[in-house]
């Protein structure tokens, strides 16, 4: 039935801009949306444009019907993106994440001939503020978002932290980190294991 739900919203998406104007303005859709397959499409190929509107649309539909999150909160963060490089690809009570479609590499070590490299970042619910303010310091009530660089070993589904990114409120970088980091295993049904999955199923060699 989710399937089905988003087809429906991917086919208004590319075909109902221009003569569902007035439906557009009283559905749920964030409004910069709106007009976003056809701007992606002036820059990118179709399937492209398809796969990174459908995961705003999951975005959607699990901030404001599975977790019930604020309107506020879920308008701002998974309105459709217009840097068109920004996919969403999970959700809890704690943040959503994203990845940088147009910052992956790929590379080879001597274990292994698919390594993954990454940008992603999370902007964390009210809750996910509360709980980084209980684990690191009350500064963290103010924390907006979080931007990650990180490797994945697809042969051998591990992965490696390299840098991290603190953002408040007001866009200040109020912590950040470069690692040299040792490769670890993947938490189990985690947002780092949802990447794993989404980046090493579409690269094959």
């Not at 075909?15 to 002036?42: Q, V, W």
């Not at 404001?64 to 999150?69: A, R």
């Not at 603190?166 to 690692?179: A, M, Q, R, S």
Request: charged share 25%.
């Amino acid at each position: 039935m989710k399937k089905l739900i988003v087809l429906l919203f991917l086919v208004f998406f590319l075909f109902g801009f221009k003569n569902s104007s007035d439906a557009l303005e009283s559905s749920n859709i964030p409004e910069n949306c709106r007009d976003y397959m056809s701007y992606c499409l002036k820059q990118k190929p179709r399937n492209y444009c398809t796969d990174i509107t459908e995961s705003y649309l999951y975005c959607w539909t699990g901030c404001k019907e599975l977790l019930k999150l604020s309107d506020n909160f879920c308008r701002k963060t998974c309105s459709c993106d217009l840097s068109l490089r920004w996919k969403f690809y999970w959700i809890n009570n704690f943040g959503v994440c994203f990845y940088d479609i147009e910052s992956i590499t790929w590379s080879s070590t001597w274990l292994s001939k698919r390594v993954a490299k990454v940008w992603w970042k999370i902007i964390y619910t009210e809750k996910g503020k509360e709980e980084m303010a209980r684990n690191f310091g009350e500064k963290y009530k103010k924390i907006d978002y979080s931007l990650a660089l990180n490797e994945f070993d697809c042969a051998t589904k591990k992965v490696r932290d390299l840098e991290l990114y603190n953002y408040f409120l007001d866009g200040e970088v109020v912590e950040n980190h470069t690692y040299s980091s040792s490769w670890k295993s993947i938490i189990p049904e985690s947002s780092l294991e949802a990447l794993f999955n989404e980046l090493c199923s579409k690269k094959n060699k």
